[in-house]
């Protein structure tokens, strides 16, 4: 079965989580991850978004840019290696990667609902 690969435009750590919320909060319109925006609120999850999440029956990863780059990496594949922008929704499907919903894409979507939808009508 496919797996979805979400890689956020930010990286993992105490401290860069703590500067993602600032930012969210300070200056939401400059913030450059649109998937953290429409599934996470300023502190947790959003509903919406969970539910879908749980009741999913398509495996989902979720991954902060560094590590998936890292994990990129520590495969060792030069073959595979392929950069992206971020954020990204990546499909797994029998160790193919491809692009599910571009940065362009994640980007004018508005809403959790609608990412939602999307997801929905592509798999």
């Given at each position: 079965?496919?797996k979805?690969?979400?890689?956020?435009?930010a990286?993992?750590?105490?401290?860069?989580v703590?500067?993602d919320?600032?930012?969210?909060?300070?200056?939401?319109?400059?913030?450059s991850?649109?998937?953290?925006?429409?599934?996470?609120d300023?502190?947790t999850?959003?509903s919406?978004w969970q539910?879908?999440?749980?009741s999913?029956?398509?495996?989902m990863?979720f991954l902060?840019k560094?590590?998936?780059?890292?994990k990129v990496?520590?495969?060792?594949?030069?073959k595979s290696?392929?950069?992206?922008?971020?954020?990204?929704i990546?499909?797994?499907d029998?160790?193919?990667?491809?692009?599910?919903?571009d940065?362009?894409?994640?980007?004018?979507?508005?809403?959790?609902?609608?990412?939602?939808?999307?997801?929905?009508?592509?798999l």
């Open positions: 079965m496919a979805l690969i979400f890689i956020y435009n990286d993992a750590g105490l401290v860069n703590a500067l919320i600032a930012h969210k909060v300070l200056s939401p319109d400059t913030y991850c649109n998937l953290c925006m429409l599934t996470h300023t502190f999850e959003r919406a539910a879908f999440r749980k999913s029956s398509v495996p990863e902060h560094d590590e998936y780059e890292q990496n520590d495969l060792n594949s030069l290696k392929q950069t992206y922008s971020y954020p990204i990546l499909k797994e029998q160790g193919q990667i491809d692009i599910f919903i940065t362009v894409e994640l980007n004018q979507i508005k809403d959790v609902n609608r990412l939602i939808n999307t997801i929905q009508e592509r």
